[in-house]
């Protein structure tokens, strides 16, 4: 009884088995080397059926479908050979780092578009890592080595370190600032931080967020080809702010290309803008201010986010940018 037990709460070893007798690595290691050694070939997908779902779980669908999709539409180049089960892995462990709770595997796959016995065998090899963790109700929430890689990939980029300085004095304007990152059609945003909030509350704080929704986003979306967004958006029913499809959005992108920075209505409401810029060369990331900005500050706003942009990559600017008093700020860049 006690051995039925502990194989209900301690995850199974998956069918192959890394070397026990070689020395063991840490966690991020053990990934790596699972993720190179993974050359299973394509499993055939089961009929997708659709479900209802309650209110509260539209938000978690969404971004699992998005990252199981945008897993499929790859932006490589077509002759690339990606590896499929190393993408499913990718997707899987994405959406079970967005998923607010533990999920069960059966819940998982609905939400992916995969077979559950493929997502059963993934996140057991996952478990078996480190980088998932089973709870006693036989779910599946982030285990330790998943925060690991998070905090080593921060800690060797340098992003948040060198970021923090200028963000911060990007506050004095009295607006949200914000730095995020583009994950396909989503942006995942690093720094969110709303007037008034203080800065260890700004790290983390906002999971995935469309990313044509946001200014940050669509500086960034701006970034790509033509091609690539038209790939990316290729299985989307509805893109988000663009009901009548592809086309106003290429638009809307272009208009961001020869302006260098993109001004996006957030609330039409109460008049919220975010302007946004690329950082880096290529660019990695983008940062913007978010509320209610008169267009007139417009240029002074793009300065000094081209000001902050350079010293986060670490390009020295000598234009002295003047403080305009904005007044108000946005939620949601």
């Known amino acids: 009884m006690a051995r039925l037990d502990a194989d209900r709460v301690l995850p199974r070893p998956p069918r192959s088995q890394p070397n026990l007798n070689q020395p063991r690595c840490a966690p991020s290691c053990s990934l790596i080397s699972w993720l190179h050694s993974s050359e299973r070939g394509r499993e055939r997908r089961g009929n997708r059926k659709s479900h209802p779902l309650l209110a509260d779980q539209q938000l978690s669908l969404y971004r699992a479908r998005a990252l199981s999709r945008a897993a499929r539409a790859m932006l490589a180049k077509p002759n690339a ?11 899987t462990l994405q959406a079970l780092a967005t ?7 059966r819940e998982l796959a609905r939400r992916l578009g995969f077979e559950v016995t493929r997502v059963n065998r993934l996140l057991r090899t996952l478990a078996y890592l480190g980088i998932a963790r089973q709870t006693a109700d036989r779910k599946y929430t982030s285990g330790p080595g998943m925060h690991v890689l998070a905090a080593q990939s921060l800690f060797a980029s340098g992003l948040i370190r060198r970021a923090l300085p200028p963000l911060n004095q990007l506050r004095r304007f009295g607006l949200t600032v914000a730095l995020g990152v583009l994950w396909r059609d989503n942006v995942s945003y690093l720094f969110h931080a709303p ?7 700004a790290l983390g704080r906002i999971g995935l967020y469309p990313a044509t929704r946001g200014g940050i986003g669509m500086a960034l979306l701006a970034l790509l080809p033509d091609e690539d967004v038209r790939r990316l958006y290729a299985d989307v029913t509805e893109i988000p702010r663009f009901p009548q499809g592809i086309q106003p959005l290429l638009m809307e992108l272009r ?3 020869a302006k260098g920075y993109a001004r996006v209505l957030v609330d039409p409401q109460q008049n919220y803008h975010t302007i946004a810029v690329p950082v880096g060369d290529p660019a990695h990331s983008a940062i913007g201010v978010s509320g209610w900005i008169p267009k007139a500050n417009t240029k002074t706003i793009v300065g000094a986010l081209h000001a902050a942009a350079a010293q986060i990559d670490g390009v020295a600017l000598e234009d002295h940018v003047d403080q305009v008093p904005v007044p108000d700020q946005r939620e949601a860049i």
Do not use: K, M
Not at 81 to 91: F, K, T, V
């Open 81 to 91: 050979q990606p590896n499929q089960s190393l993408i499913d892995g990718i997707a």
């Open 99 to 105: 998923s607010t709770e533990p999920v069960g595997t």
């Open 195 to 201: 007037q008034g909030t203080d800065v260890s509350e």
């Open 255 to 257: 208009e961001i290309r």
